[in-house]
């Protein structure tokens, strides 16, 4: 059974950086990992992908060009640099990890997450 913990979470203005983390209990490099996030009152939407060779990552359309997924010199880790905070960032993020996940935006692929870190964000 994997275990995910996120941290990094916390209230940054409106233009502002935050950084994600996402350590495993176990070495994960065989894993591919996301990052999804709930906003209150709405459905888990996906934000990135990274497959587990590091080689491929994904990123919705609302965080492209803004947030950077990237796996950590160790290898229980996945970062999630978030830079330009917005508003609608506002949300509790989630990181979840599988092998080999087709459909890589769809959370219902993947069988192992953590509690979540919420992100909150000022004007």
């Known amino acids: 059974q994997v275990q995910l913990v996120e941290s990094g979470g916390g209230l940054a203005q409106a233009g502002g950086s935050l950084r994600l983390s996402c350590t495993a209990s176990?070495?994960?490099?065989?894993?591919?990992m996301a990052w999804f996030r709930q906003a209150p009152g709405k459905e888990r939407e996906f934000v990135s992908a990274?497959?587990?060779?590091?080689?491929?990552?994904y990123y919705s359309d609302s965080v492209k060009g803004r947030f950077t997924i990237s796996r950590g010199n160790a290898r229980n880790t996945v970062h999630l640099q978030m830079n330009s905070l917005q508003l609608e960032d506002r949300a509790v993020y989630y990181c979840e990890a599988d092998e080999r996940v087709n459909a890589y935006w769809n959370s219902t692929f993947y069988d192992f997450w953590g509690q979540g870190t919420k992100v909150t964000a000022s004007s």
């Open positions: 990274i497959r587990s060779t590091g080689s491929r990552t």
């Open positions: 176990v070495p994960f490099w065989i894993y591919d």
